[in-house]
């Protein structure tokens, strides 16, 4: 068993503290390779942001968990050479089961996610107490959920959306023993968020999806003062990135998120961490595809992957900065 102490890593519960305090959000950023996790620590140092190096159990497979352990191990490393040793906490994204959280936690992990949304409220309570409970034994934070997002991501597929109930808030967490809650509050999984015949359009023309319903948002934080909530499919899908994707052939088609001033809303209420995965895939994807279209004598691949990493820096820096509110809090 590894320690996720001895890899120099954090669990999430002080920052999370003092993100609550501040009325900012900590990002956790998804990564499956070396160019992702380059871009997130250099973006984070540069702003001084803590961060949330993010792994899905399709990412552990694809990355292999002992190549993962020494990249969570490297990235700190790295912040440190890049002057800054920020907070930076490895944690498992959307685990379905009690075997692979515990698997992550012997593996380094500082933090797993057990998502039992999927089962009864009464299994999901069972299952998520199962993981609070070996998990504390090692001083690993966890992270449950209730409420179910729609879309895809992943291994997580839901096609249809269920909000949380806030009258159960406050059972589950007592029962569980959690250090977060994730909700369903309007966001969801992947690129296609919403169906164009949810959206209204501006004067410009472009979509506009349906507002997050902060009003459960308000009832959960009366419910459970102070108590750290996390908001997943949190992207935002920008268009520039879209239009690039799409215009060096490329096929997105009403691919639709969530309005960055609803994000920088929530992340100055009791949501202490936003998930962003499909905004980082469309930045990389988007470079990538310029580089094939205008130099398709390229094939070196540190040539096309190499501004990959660029511009998901620069789409890095600005949710930190502009987005989440977490520039500075490191």
Do not use: W
């Not at 001083?139 to 997002?149: C, K, Q, R």
């Not at 809303?265 to 936003?274: E, L, Q, W």
């Not at 499909?278 to 540190?302: N, Y």
């Amino acid at each position: 068993m590894v320690s996720y102490k001895e890899l120099g890593l954090v669990n999430s519960r002080e920052i999370f503290r003092k993100a609550f305090e501040g009325k900012y959000a900590i990002p956790a950023f998804n990564f499956n390779n070396m160019e992702q996790m380059q871009a997130i620590v250099q973006a984070c140092v540069e702003k001084k942001s803590p961060v949330i190096l993010q792994v899905s159990s399709g990412a552990r497979k694809y990355a292999n968990q002992t190549l993962l352990r020494y990249m969570a191990q490297g990235a700190v490393e790295y912040a440190k050479e890049l002057g800054y040793n920020i907070p930076i906490v490895l944690h498992l994204d959307h685990g379905d089961s009690f075997e692979l959280c515990k698997s992550c936690i012997e593996m380094g992990f500082s933090s797993v996610m057990i998502d039992g949304s999927h089962h009864s409220y009464e299994k999901n309570i069972e299952l998520t107490r199962q993981v609070v409970e070996y998990a504390h034994k090692y001083d690993v934070t966890v992270e449950g959920e209730l409420g179910v997002l729609a879309g895809i991501e992943d291994d997580v597929v839901a096609e249809h959306h269920t909000y949380t109930e806030p009258g159960q808030v406050e059972d589950f967490v007592s029962k569980t023993g959690v250090d977060s809650l994730a909700i369903s509050i309007g966001t969801s999984h992947g690129a296609n968020k919403f169906k164009p015949e949810q959206c209204t359009r501006n004067a410009e023309g472009i979509l506009v999806p349906p507002p997050l319903r902060f009003d459960i948002l308000e009832e959960i934080e009366k419910r459970i003062p102070g108590f750290s909530i996390v908001l997943h499919g949190a992207s935002s899908v920008p268009q520039d990135q879209v239009a690039l994707i799409n215009k060096y052939g490329g096929a997105l088609k009403d691919a639709i998120g969530i309005p960055e001033e609803q994000l920088r809303r929530a992340a100055a209420s009791a949501v202490c961490k936003i998930n962003i995965d499909s905004d980082g895939r469309l930045a990389m994807t988007a470079a990538v595809r310029e580089i094939f279209a205008t130099q398709p004598a390229e094939f070196d691949p540190r040539k096309y992957l190499g501004p990959a990493r660029d511009n998901l820096k620069k789409l890095y820096m600005h949710k930190v900065e502009s987005v989440l509110g977490s520039a500075g809090k490191a």
